[in-house]
C-alpha cells in the first residue's frame, strides 16, 4: 500500500478544513435568519429540478445515506415543503415532489445561502483563482 507524500497530507487537511469552514458559514447563516439547515436547501433544488423522484434516486445527489435521507424526506414531509405519493406499479414505493411552499422556501434560503457563499469564497480568492480552484476539484469528483 502507498502513502501519502506530506504534500498530498497537506491538501488533504486544508481541503477538509476549508469545505468544513464553508458549511459551517452557510449553516449558521441559515440559522440566524431562521431558516431550516442546508441539508433542506439541497433536498428542495434536487426536487425543484427532477420531479417527480423516488428517494432512492436522491442518495447519490445528495450524498446521503438511506436512513438519514428517510428522515430529511419526513421532516421535510411534515413541514409541507414536500410531496410524498404512492409511486404508480410499485405498491411499497414512493415518489416525491416539491409543494409550492417547497418552492417559496428554497427561493427564501437562496439569498442568505448565496451570501454565505460570495463570504466563505468569493471574496477570499479573485475569479481567476476561483475558476482554478474550480478546475481543481473537478478532477477530484
Known amino acids: 500500500m502507498t502513502m501519502p507524500s506530506a504534500v498530498t497530507i497537506l491538501t488533504w487537511a486544508r481541503l477538509v478544513r476549508a469545505s468544513a469552514k464553508a458549511l459551517n458559514t452557510a449553516e449558521l447563516a ?82 442568505v445561502y448565496g451570501a454565505a457563499i460570495e463570504q466563505a469564497l468569493g471574496t477570499r480568492l479573485t475569479e481567476d483563482e476561483r475558476l482554478t480552484l474550480a478546475g481543481l476539484l473537478q478532477r477530484l469528483v
Open 30 to 111: 441559515l440559522k440566524q435568519a431562521g431558516l431550516p439547515p442546508l441539508e433542506w436547501y439541497e433536498l428542495l433544488a434536487e426536487l425543484q429540478h427532477k420531479t417527480p423522484i423516488r428517494p432512492r434516486d436522491l442518495q447519490g445527489p445528495l450524498h446521503a445515506e438511506q436512513y438519514s435521507l428517510s428522515r430529511l424526506i419526513a421532516r421535510t414531509v411534515r413541514a409541507g415543503l414536500v410531496l410524498r405519493r404512492p409511486c404508480p406499479g410499485d405498491a411499497r414505493g414512493h415518489t416525491l415532489e416539491l409543494t409550492e411552499a417547497g418552492t417559496a422556501m428554497r427561493a427564501a434560503m437562496w439569498p
